[in-house]
């Protein structure tokens, strides 16, 4: 593929989709930096090749968001709250609020694009996993103010809403995408993330929201491919 030739800006790059997001980018030499609350998590983690990419800060911080963001034109967002642990911030804290604060302070900065990794199932209030604060509730809230925010001339978005997530590696089943919050199934981390970078610079999935799942094993050498279902 071609080398994206901007930075890219991880947020929640310790996190086990980020750890993804942040191989792939650095598998497909794009130039990244690091938004994360532990600086040793992140050492420990990625190594010592990291340490000039690194901000230290919370999305819940204002000032340490601003200071993530300069310099970086792309942004992959993968937060995500925990609402098993009672004593994690709440997914409306997260889901909801740190979205879009990054959101709004990343475009006032410059950021021209802006990948969010969402969930299936955010339109379905109904869903089981709504029960545990409102989680889906929280990430269609966080997702909307992208869709407005980043949908404006100049700048461009993309919503990648997985299915169940696993620990497999990347690139060893083919990939389903669909529209309309319809599909159920599981998705291997790795190709979240393989998903979230190849989408910074493909038309394909420009202000585009869609759903991700793993269909049959079938090793791939590249995923571009699978953007064609979206046409």
Same mark, same amino acid.
């Given at each position: 593929m071609k080398r994206y030739s901007g930075t890219v800006l991880v947020v929640g790059a310790t996190g086990k989709t980020g750890q993804w997001v942040v191989k792939r980018l650095q598998h497909y030499g794009f130039d990244y930096r690091l938004f994360v609350r532990s600086g040793e998590k992140a050492l420990e983690k990625f190594g010592p090749e990291v340490t000039d990419k690194l901000t230290i800060g919370s999305a819940e911080h /204002?000032?340490? +968001?601003? =200071? =993530?963001?300069?310099? !970086? %034109?792309?942004? &992959?967002c993968a937060l995500g709250s925990n609402v098993m642990d009672p004593e994690a911030p709440p997914p409306s804290a997260i889901d909801r609020d740190a979205v879009i604060r990054l959101a709004t302070l990343a475009k006032a900065e410059g950021v021209k694009t802006f990948i969010l990794i969402s969930s299936l199932a955010v339109t379905r209030p109904e869903h089981p996993l709504n029960k545990y604060g409102?989680?889906? %509730?929280?990430? *269609? !809230?966080?997702?909307?103010?992208?869709?407005?925010?980043?949908?404006?001339?100049?700048?461009?978005?993309?919503v990648i809403r997985p299915g169940g997530l *696993? $620990?497999?590696?990347?690139?060893?089943?083919? *990939? &389903?995408?669909?529209?309309? %919050?319809? +599909?159920?199934? @599981? +998705? $291997?981390? #790795? %190709?979240?993330? /393989? &998903? =979230?970078?190849? @989408? +910074?610079?493909?038309? /394909?999935?420009?202000?585009?929201?869609?759903?991700? &799942?793993?269909?049959?094993?079938?090793?791939? /050498? #590249?995923?571009? @491919?699978?953007?064609?279902? *979206?046409?």
């Open positions: /204002e000032l340490e +968001i601003v =200071a =993530a963001c300069r310099h !970086a %034109d792309a942004l &992959i409102r989680v889906l %509730d929280m990430k *269609l !809230a966080g997702e909307n103010e992208v869709r407005r925010l980043f949908g404006e001339p100049g700048f461009a978005y993309t *696993l $620990d497999g590696p990347p690139l060893q089943h083919r *990939l &389903i995408l669909d529209t309309g %919050d319809r +599909i159920t199934g @599981s +998705i $291997d981390r #790795s %190709d979240v993330a /393989e &998903i =979230a970078v190849l @989408s +910074i610079d493909a038309p /394909e999935t420009r202000n585009r929201t869609f759903e991700l &799942i793993r269909a049959e094993e079938a090793p791939q /050498e #590249s995923l571009l @491919s699978c953007f064609r279902q *979206l046409n």
